[in-house]
């Protein structure tokens, strides 16, 4: 579940350094903050389309797409310090974390905490429904408000400019 914004972290970190960093990390930021917003209304008009089946083909399309633009990334580590793939090496470390008591708590506290947040994330649409008695269309007029102050990514890297990064002094 964590893999795009680690990944997407883990780029830009990469390639970028400073205030541009900065920037693209800003970008990459609202687009996390923007998906959770336009998920369900894509979703929605997708099932407008076709039955739900097409929400999970809407899924592996996006899934490809990525995946194809993913393949245009240059790779960043040196040549000097890849490492090829070994499976042996892989399963012994695999065994070391999952022997260990303190890894696998901490891994059992974050499922813990996912189900809570998927929990969170589920209720809304109960609140809405249940508290307030929306109907459909008035819950995309409430969502239709939120999108544009969370959309506007162009004012993001203002909060950058005015004081600036400060570079550590050697």
Do not use: C
Not at 21 to 32: G, L, T
Not at 102 to 109: E, I, P, S, V
């Amino acid at each position: 579940a964590a893999a795009p914004r680690v990944v997407s972290i883990g780029t830009v970190r990469d390639a970028y350094e400073g205030e541009t960093m900065a920037k693209v990390m800003s970008y990459i930021m609202a687009v996390f903050l923007l998906i959770p917003i336009v998920a369900p209304a894509v979703g929605a008009g997708l099932l407008v389309i076709g039955s739900w089946r097409t929400i999970f083909l809407g899924i592996a399309l996006f899934g490809i797409a990525v995946g194809a633009w993913a393949t245009r990334l240059p790779e960043t580590l040196p040549a000097d310090r890849r490492l090829p793939l070994n499976f042996s090496k892989l399963a012994r470390a695999t065994g070391l974390v999952m022997g260990s008591r303190f890894a696998m708590g901490l891994t059992l506290a974050q499922a813990a905490l996912f189900g809570f947040f998927a929990s969170y994330l589920a209720s809304p649409q109960i609140i809405i429904d249940d508290v307030f008695g929306l109907d459909a269309v008035q819950v995309r007029a409430v969502a239709g408000n939120v999108v544009p102050v969370v959309a506007e990514p162009d004012q993001l890297p203002l909060a950058h400019r005015p004081i600036g990064l400060v570079e550590e002094q050697q």
